[in-house]
């Protein structure tokens, strides 16, 4: 068929239908949901106060466990900042992938819901140690 046969709600199969249905039963009936939600304000804060330690972070959005940090600088493009903030991320052990709209200026983070305030806490330290480096680097 076409694509938009592919696409279709029709087109899909009943286990595709059911997976999805106890995967939205599970996040419903578990405490995951509300502990994203309590995470999320601390979160944010931490994400905003990484714009008044680095002008180069220039936006902040997300909601819950996804959030985009925007770069640009006069002396380092937003797309080379992200490049490098990325790949120095993942020596540290953090995934982080570029976004951005085909831009490529943005980072985009996506914790697993189920990780702890502990490990979100030394992941965001070790992010904004990047963060540091990648810009005193200029």
């Given at each position: 068929?076409?694509?938009?046969d592919?696409?279709?709600i029709d087109a899909a199969?009943?286990?595709?239908?059911?997976?999805?249905?106890?995967?939205?039963?599970?996040l419903?009936?578990?405490?995951l949901?509300k502990e994203?939600?309590?995470?999320?304000?601390w979160?944010?804060?931490?994400?905003h106060?990484?714009?008044?330690?680095?002008?180069?972070?220039?936006?902040?959005?997300?909601t819950?466990m996804?959030?985009?940090?925007s770069?640009n600088?006069?002396?380092m493009?937003g797309?080379e900042?992200?490049k490098?903030?990325?790949?120095?991320?993942?020596?540290?052990?953090?995934?982080v992938?570029i976004?951005?709209?085909?831009?490529g200026?943005?980072?985009?983070?996506?914790?697993?819901?189920?990780?702890?305030?502990?490990e979100?806490?030394l992941?965001?330290?070790?992010?904004e140690?990047?963060?540091?480096d990648v810009?005193?680097?200029?």
């Amino acid at each position: 068929g076409s694509i938009n046969d592919k696409l279709s709600i029709d087109a899909a199969n009943k286990a595709d239908i059911s997976s999805s249905q106890k995967n939205i039963d599970i996040l419903t009936s578990t405490p995951l949901l509300k502990e994203v939600k309590k995470k999320e304000p601390w979160i944010r804060d931490i994400l905003h106060s990484l714009i008044s330690s680095f002008p180069e972070v220039i936006d902040i959005r997300g909601t819950g466990m996804i959030w985009g940090i925007s770069f640009n600088s006069d002396k380092m493009s937003g797309p080379e900042i992200a490049k490098r903030v990325c790949r120095q991320s993942l020596d540290h052990g953090l995934i982080v992938r570029i976004g951005g709209d085909g831009k490529g200026d943005n980072i985009i983070l996506k914790p697993p819901l189920i990780t702890t305030q502990e490990e979100l806490e030394l992941g965001f330290q070790l992010f904004e140690q990047v963060i540091g480096d990648v810009v005193s680097k200029k």
